[in-house]
Nanobody
Framework: QVQLVESGGGSVQAGGSLKLSCAAS????????MAWFRQTPGKEREGVAS???????IYTDSVKGRFTISQDNAKNTLYLQMTTLKPEDTAMYYC??????????????????WGQGTQVTVSS
């Protein structure tokens, strides 16, 4: 019954912006494990941003100041606003959540819910 569906990916020029959405169904987005990850072929999955139930956010150094993670409880949706995009941001982006884990980034291998991914491509 639980499903996370990402949308908002696409192709943009360097310096552009995209806003990714992760709509949840069969699951209420709450708790401390709510995050965005990204992965490119041949590279390890990278935690991009996370937000907990208190609204505290954590970002990987490469996106600090450019990306913003947020949630809309009324819409049961997680967002990732990406600005000043760089070619190195090109990746498949996944949203993730878990009702039990205290921190997504500390227990990546144990996260229960994952979206199908949305492709972000940034050209020079």
């Amino acid at each position: 019954q639980v499903q996370l569906v990402e949308s908002g990916g696409g192709s943009v020029q360097a310096g552009g912006s995209l806003k990714l959405s992760c709509a949840a169904s069969g699951y209420t987005l709450r708790g401390n494990c709510m995050a965005w990850f990204r992965q490119t072929p041949g590279k390890e999955r990278e935690g991009v941003a996370s937000i907990d139930s208190d609204g505290i956010t954590i970002y990987t150094d490469s996106v600090k100041g450019r990306f913003t993670i947020s949630q809309d409880n009324a819409k049961n949706t997680l967002y990732l606003q990406m600005t000043t995009l760089k070619p190195e941001d090109t990746a498949m982006y996944y949203c993730a959540a878990d009702p039990w884990l205290p921190h997504c980034m500390d227990y990546t291998e144990r996260i229960g819910y994952w979206g199908q991914g949305t492709q972000v491509t940034v050209s020079s």
